[in-house]
């Protein structure tokens, strides 16, 4: 399966504060701070954008190469969902 067809979302019922421009996400008893690119890569999981559209916003906010960020971005992704941040709208390649 390709990754970049996957669609992340946030998670509802997730705590989620405002710091000082940063996002600050209450995971049981611990937080995760997110900042610059990661508090872009979770906002703009938003149930619409596929995981190659979030590393397409990334490499654009970054002038960066999307295949130096794709990798980056999709394992952040994997990770906010094992977690339990995000949650996969859709899993398998749209056939």
Do not use: C, H, Q
């Amino acid at each position: 399966m390709s990754t970049s067809l996957r669609v992340p979302r946030r998670a509802l019922g997730v705590r989620v504060r405002r710091v000082s421009g940063d996002l600050v996400i209450g995971i049981d008893a611990d937080a995760l701070e997110l900042t610059d690119v990661a508090k872009l890569i979770y906002e703009s999981a938003d149930g619409l954008n596929r995981v190659a559209d979030i590393v397409g916003i990334v490499a654009a906010a970054y002038d960066a190469d999307p295949a130096e960020v794709s990798a980056d971005v999709s394992e952040f992704l994997d990770d906010l969902a094992d977690r339990g941040v995000v949650e996969w709208v859709v899993e398998e390649p749209l056939r």
